[in-house]
């Protein structure tokens, strides 16, 4: 649970405040006379995807600020008071939504008195730009990834997928997500961590490394607290009373990256269900399970088609039946032999 009203205004004001002592340094790169600004990149896209154009405020002119937080308070003052108490950001921007509707539905439009500002949206929404969807905003910076297969990012670390080790990475850093991408590809993606000095782990990162090292499925720090499906959690239990249990759990994870977690789920559970839990029984199910297409039929072209098929006649053999183990006919002298047997052959 968290305040809505904190949450929301703070973020308001800060960027009110910023915008105009700081001069907003997340966007602009160099401020001229006047309100002339030089924006970076990033913002540039954003107000290119939303069709806006950005007006700077003076500098050293604080009378300005007004304007802004006059609007930042009517909207608290509309829709926040009382104060509301909202479990997650999407359900404020749901809150949020209805209310405003509501009160344009409620109130007259300033200039069309005879009109409710609904009204005049609903007149008006044909002719507004069509919505492009949410900008992918993040901010980028470059990165390393280290032996652990982690990334280090504002005073925290992110693991990575093991093959990520040795190359550089881009940190794409969101409000609440970081998204970890190596040659366009995304190799990891966390919550994000607001704390300092904590290391976020996923343990299917680690999976391909325990082939060498299983001992650490027991031990390792990605692992301690792993939470694994019920059935491959009771598989792991019972395989830690053998003497290479670590080994057999480590094959059976090492199949979810080709068989996908739910059908590897369903392999332990038939497998307990069957009251085995070794690692080749799972595997063996898997293999049986896999919808196997069925392989394509050869066509032979027109081209290589015979005129004349030849065909078989498997009576001839019979002739052979008389003959003795040796291939001859019975009371055939030794220079006919090879001769009856050729004959025998043409039947």
Request: aromatic share 8%; glycine share 6%; with cysteine.
């Amino acid at each position: 649970m968290f305040d809505a009203h904190d949450r929301a205004f703070a973020f308001f004001r800060g960027t009110c405040t910023r915008g105009i002592y700081d001069n907003m340094k997340t966007a602009v790169e160099a401020v001229f006379i006047g309100k002339e600004r030089q924006y970076n990149r990033r913002f540039q896209q954003m107000c290119s995807h939303y069709l806006v154009q950005p007006v700077a405020c003076t500098p050293a002119s604080g009378w300005e600020k007004g304007q802004v937080e006059n609007q930042v308070g009517l909207v608290r003052e509309r829709f926040f008071t009382p104060r509301v108490r909202v479990k997650s950001l999407d359900e404020l921007n749901v809150w949020l939504l209805d209310k405003c509707i509501a009160y344009a539905k409620a109130h007259k439009h300033p200039e069309q008195a005879d009109q409710t500002v609904w009204q005049m949206f609903e007149a008006e929404r044909s002719k507004l730009v069509p919505y492009a969807g949410p900008f992918d905003g993040f901010h980028s910076v470059p990165a390393s990834v280290s032996k652990t297969c982690t990334v280090r990012f504002d005073n925290n670390k992110y693991s990575v997928i093991s093959t990520a080790v040795g190359r550089p990475v881009e940190v794409h850093a969101y409000a609440e997500r970081i998204a970890i991408r190596q040659d366009g590809v995304v190799v990891a993606e966390h919550p994000r961590c607001f704390g300092r000095a904590e290391t976020i782990y996923d343990p299917w990162h680690y999976v391909p490394v325990l082939a060498r090292k299983p001992g650490a499925l027991r031990n390792g720090a990605p692992f301690r607290d792993w939470v694994l499906p019920t059935a491959m959690a009771m598989i792991q239990r019972k395989l830690k009373a053998a003497s290479d249990g670590d080994r057999q759990m480590v094959s059976i994870l090492g199949c979810v990256s080709g068989d996908g977690i739910a059908a590897v789920e369903a392999a332990c559970r038939e497998a307990l269900d069957q009251g085995v839990f070794s690692a080749p029984v799972v595997i063996n199910i898997l293999a049986r399970s896999r919808d196997l297409s069925p392989t394509p039929l050869l066509l032979t072209p027109e081209t290589l088609r015979l005129t004349h098929e030849p065909v078989a006649d498997c009576a001839r053999y019979d002739s052979l039946r008389r003959a003795n183990p040796y291939g001859t006919h019975p009371n055939s002298r030794p220079d006919e032999q090879p001769q009856a047997l050729r004959d025998a052959l043409r039947l």
